[in-house]
């Protein structure tokens, strides 16, 4: 994400209180700029391609938890403050099912893996139809978290 310390400062402030997107207001979002000995340690792939290198504009990232999904809503929520995002990473989803989130360590850019069978029988136990509310056949989606690194 591009933007000084203070536009940073500014523009997590308006994250965490939830922003004005396509004229409906996001859920608040946990988020914190991440420290250089972190980005070093989590040894993040090369982008391929590479990101158009910008001298004259400093850059940084962050990280973002989200508690809702909508279409490019990262994107939208970090250009609606100033902070406009280059790079997206998400390293894990979490169920809200009270155990820890799917961790995605590991996987490289476009590549996938079979959940396991524990991870199978928590997507099983929360897509379960339970008892109907609202509108006949129609039934409420799970909340959705997910956390991303973005640059």
Do not use: F, Y
């Not at 396509?22 to 040894?43: I, Y």
């Not at 910008?54 to 929520?77: A, D, F, H, K, Y």
């Not at 897509?127 to 956390?147: D, F, M, T, V």
Request: glycine share 8%.
């Amino acid at each position: 994400m591009e933007g000084s310390a203070a536009q940073q400062a500014a523009g997590l402030s308006q994250l965490r209180g939830g922003v004005l997107v396509q004229g409906r207001r996001t859920r608040a979002a946990r988020c914190r700029a991440l420290p250089p000995a972190e980005l070093t340690a989590a040894a993040l792939p090369a982008r391929e391609p590479p990101i158009r290198h910008r001298i004259s504009v400093p850059t940084s990232w962050l990280e973002l938890e989200l508690r809702e999904g909508r279409n490019r809503q990262v994107r939208r929520m970090t250009a609606a403050v100033g902070l406009p995002t280059l790079r997206l990473i998400r390293v894990a989803i979490d169920l809200l099912d009270g155990m820890p989130p799917l961790n995605l360590a590991g996987l490289a850019p476009g590549e996938w893996r079979h959940v396991s069978d524990a991870e199978s029988e928590r997507l099983e136990r929360i897509l379960k139809p339970g008892p109907k509310r609202g509108a006949p056949g129609i039934q409420p989606s799970p909340s959705r978290s997910s956390r991303t690194v973005c640059n």
